[in-house]
């Protein structure tokens, strides 16, 4: 099974704040990663596939690197909605995993 | 617009089974795979398996072989993930999601708002 490492587990920051939160996969995955946003009780929505695209939709402060073990999503200017937990998921190869998460929280 | 409608929560003893319903609308349905994920209580997002709508071909991962079972009903747009022999760590929020493929690439879009199964004596 592939495995996902995301850092950091928690982070706390200001509004405006640049952040940015990696993900390492335990073998080459290509571009096979994407990105989720949950915010407490819901369900998790897409942030970015395949990397570095970015759904209709979704703020261009948003975006995403990487390619074959080690990804980044970065968010330009933090904002009061983008508190939530992030997971990065690889589709390269069953069983699909998830990264554990990363909670960002306000300082 | 595209949507995943799952059925409502469930409150289930040790040892029973549970079957949870995932209904989709605002696109074709045979075209497109649907997986299950769980999230127990301030846990991670845990991948369960996925099904082929237009075939019925399932496949789950190694965990939950033998204990899980995907079925569709194509007639009502549906999709079911039923769980047998429940344990106190079945205790989680159960989501579909619809899997988009690219030529090298899938992405899970959109989601179910997600069915709370809780397993307690």
């Known amino acids: 099974d592939i495995q996902m490492t995301q850092s950091p587990s928690s982070l706390s920051a200001s509004v405006g704040d640049r952040v940015t939160i990696t993900c390492r996969a335990s073998?080459?995955?290509?571009?096979?990663l994407n990105w989720y946003q949950q915010k407490p009780g819901k369900a998790p929505k897409l942030l970015i596939y395949a990397a570095s695209s970015l759904p209709s939709g979704v703020p261009s402060r948003f975006s995403g690197s990487g390619s074959g073990t080690d990804f980044s999503l970065t968010i330009s200017s933090l904002q009061p909605e983008d508190f939530a937990t992030y997971y990065c998921?690889?589709?390269?190869?069953?069983?699909?995993?998830f990264g554990g998460g990363t909670k960002v929280e306000i300082k | 617009q595209v949507q995943l409608l799952q059925s409502g929560a469930e409150v289930k003893k040790p040892g029973a089974s549970v079957k949870v319903s995932c209904r989709a609308s605002g696109y074709t349905f045979i075209g497109y795979y649907i997986h299950w994920v769980r999230q127990a209580p301030g846990q991670g997002l845990e991948w369960m398996g996925w099904?082929?709508?237009?075939?019925?071909?399932?496949n789950s991962a190694q965990k939950f072989q033998g204990r899980v079972t995907m079925t569709k009903d194509t007639s009502v747009n549906s999709v079911y993930m039923e769980l047998n022999s429940l344990r106190s760590d079945d205790t989680a929020v159960y989501y579909c999601?619809?899997?988009?493929?690219?030529?090298?690439?899938?992405?899970?879009?959109?989601w179910g708002q997600g069915t709370l199964v809780t397993v307690s004596s």
């Open positions: 998921q690889q589709t390269y190869s069953s069983p699909l995993t």
């Open positions: 099904i082929n709508p237009n075939s019925g071909a399932t």
């Open positions: 999601a619809r899997i988009v493929v690219d030529v090298d690439s899938g992405w899970f879009d959109p």
């Open positions: 073998q080459t995955i290509s571009t096979s």
